[in-house]
């Protein structure tokens, strides 16, 4: 079991030896429907009514895109939409359904899911290389990382920066070399884990009880940083000492975080949707 102060170094890696996975997407909740007529069985009417919430989703999302999207740069901008439009959809959570009868069409499925909208990952990387994503409140949420040093060994100490284009929150994951998964942000002395776009905020500083330290086992090392505008899913959770411990399934974190708490408007009517971030990457360590 290696010392806690060294489970969150690995963060540096995230900047220095750039990130080897990252993926942004929006998750909304849409609606499905479909009616079995004269040519649909039940489950053929089930299946539509999810094709119909998904497609519904994706249209949503690339509206909202295209209207809040407004980089400076043209090309830019339209690598964004053009993203969006070729964008993947995987339902997160089934919210609601049922069937209900309906006057003239006979027996109706609807449901309701949380859909997580996936843009082109070949075009997203094309627009990950523009400096102007990283300071560009208007573009798709992206976190970057980085610290003071670009090499630490045994023993030395590190200072994490975390900025992003806009208003997050974060959950910061790391994956020991010995499998052991903990949580380093939110912690139980710093649960406010809500960042303003914009601003280079330091780590450990403030509420942290740890430090930085470098320490074995060394190995292949494992750091997940999830964000979204919107608060993060919940995953089980114990405390260990500065930190928590990850009891959740490795597996199920990124699907259980993506259960993002979204904001209703007033009144609740209008469709809304979280803009979601995901970076992963492997490091190794040594004396």
Do not use: H
């Amino acid at each position: 079991m290696k010392r806690l102060s060294f489970s969150f170094c690995f963060i540096w890696v995230l900047l220095s030896c750039g990130v080897l996975y990252a993926a942004q997407s929006t998750i909304t909740e849409s609606e499905g429907y479909a009616c079995m007529g004269e040519d649909k069985s039940r489950k053929q009417a089930e299946q539509t009514a999810v094709a119909d919430a998904k497609r519904k989703a994706a249209e949503f999302v690339l509206t909202r895109i295209k209207s809040e999207t407004q980089v400076k740069d043209y090309q830019l901008e339209k690598d964004i939409i053009e993203a969006y439009a070729d964008a993947a959809i995987k339902v997160i959570q089934e919210l609601e359904k049922g069937w209900y009868k309906d006057a003239a069409m006979g027996d109706c499925f609807k449901i309701k899911i949380k859909a997580e909208v996936i843009p082109d990952e070949k075009a997203m990387e094309k627009v990950a290389k523009s400096n102007q994503v990283a300071d560009d409140p208007s573009a798709p949420l992206s976190v970057n990382v980085w610290t003071d040093k670009k090499e630490y060994k045994q023993g030395g100490k590190i200072k994490i920066y975390v900025k992003s284009n806009k208003p997050f929150y974060a959950r910061v994951i790391y994956k020991d070399a010995d499998g052991s998964i903990l949580q380093l942000l939110p912690n139980p002395y710093r649960q406010d884990n809500y960042f303003n776009g914009g601003v280079v905020y330091e780590i450990p500083s403030g509420n942290d009880r740890f430090e930085l330290e470098v320490s074995p086992p060394f190995g292949e090392e494992n750091i997940i940083v999830y964000a979204s505008t919107s608060q993060l899913g919940d995953i089980n959770i114990v405390a260990q000492g500065g930190v928590y411990q990850v009891k959740t399934k490795a597996k199920d974190i990124g699907e259980k975080t993506r259960g993002v708490k979204i904001k209703e408007t007033e009144g609740g009517k209008e469709q809304q949707a979280s803009e979601f971030f995901e970076g992963n990457t492997v490091v190794k360590t040594g004396k």
